[in-house]
């Protein structure tokens, strides 16, 4: 098992910056990905952004690229989400996600943290 907390979500404005955090823990040793998603309201959730936990490789969407960081910290078993440039519909709940090494699918999520963007 793998639990995730993330934090620092909140409210700004257009064109306003966050960065969202997701602390791991548990059996880290398990895992291979840690992903961020998002869910607006009435729509699905969505990838936003992913990182390798060994490698520190990276993939973003199409929709965040330029403007969101996805990077990792293991001594502290926390992957960040920096948002730069947000705008009203980069509000969402947003997600951490754990894929681990046995499955190819994101297996423990978090709870979710509400980023508001307000134009």
């Known amino acids: 098992q793998v639990q995730l907390v993330e934090s620092g979500g909140g409210s700004v404005q257009a064109g306003g910056s966050l960065r969202l955090s997701c602390v791991a823990s548990?059996?880290?040793?398990?895992?291979?990905?840690v992903g961020w998603f998002r869910q607006a309201p009435g729509k699905e959730r969505e990838f936003v952004a992913a990182?390798?936990?060994?490698?520190?490789?990276?993939s973003y969407a199409d929709s965040v690229k330029g403007r969101f960081t996805v990077s990792g910290d293991k001594a502290r078993n926390t992957v960040y989400l920096q948002m730069n440039n947000l705008n009203p519909e980069d509000t969402a709940v947003y997600y951490c996600?754990?894929?681990?090494?046995?499955?190819?699918?994101?297996?423990?999520w978090g709870q979710g943290t509400q980023v508001t963007v307000s134009s």
């Open positions: 996600a754990v894929r681990p090494l046995t499955v190819s699918r994101y297996d423990y």
């Open positions: 548990g059996r880290i040793f398990s895992i291979s990905r």
């Open positions: 990182i390798t936990w060994s490698g520190g490789m990276t």
